[in-house]
């Protein structure tokens, strides 16, 4: 696991503050996404949903609109550890410090090619599958630079200022 305590913290007030994604929201993923992907994204929990969300937001913003099923659908393999927002942090907090916890716990740690095969089972395009299953560690050949960038900014993107701000 690479990601710094810093992406951590970041996740868990993702986790901990999100709200649902209204229907106007939830009407452009639906653009985003083919059917069969958009279904599964429905079944995320409402913090992954939201995190992808924003996520997308920044693809869009950079003119990478091309990215957003990538972004969308990066953590579709977390909604099976079952775990709420303490046993998230918990989860990752062990992976950081290499205690391997119980199968929820390697569930989450590991949903990345949990993800992967999923999306790999609907079809999904390449790039879609590969940065599911690599996006908490190196770069794949398969994924250029520039593109594996963006992708992990989107991944951690910056707080909306109101959110920082406290409003
Ligand atoms: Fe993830
Ligand atoms: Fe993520």
Not at 21 to 40: G, I, M, N, Q, S
Not at 46 to 60: E, L
């Amino acid at each position: 696991m690479s990601r710094s305590p810093i992406h951590l913290v970041s996740r868990f007030f993702d986790v901990a503050l999100s709200r649902p994604l209204d229907p106007t929201e939830r009407a452009t993923v639906a653009l985003w996404l083919e059917p069969k992907l958009f279904e599964l994204f429905r079944q995320q929990p409402v913090a992954d949903q939201r995190h992808a969300y924003r996520g997308a937001q920044v693809v869009v913003e950079a003119g990478r609109e091309d990215l957003c099923p990538a972004v969308l659908m990066h953590d579709v393999g977390k909604r099976h550890s079952g775990l709420g927002v303490f046993g998230r942090v918990f989860a990752t907090l062990a992976a950081y410090l290499g205690i391997s916890g119980g199968n929820s716990f390697r569930v989450h740690n590991n949903h990345g090619p949990i993800g992967a095969k999923e999306l790999e089972k609907r079809n999904a395009d390449e790039l879609v599958v590969e940065f599911a299953h690599f996006h908490a560690g190196e770069r794949p050949e398969s994924i250029d630079p520039e593109t594996w960038d963006l992708l992990l900014m989107a991944d951690s993107p910056p707080k909306p200022r109101a959110l920082l701000s406290g409003r």
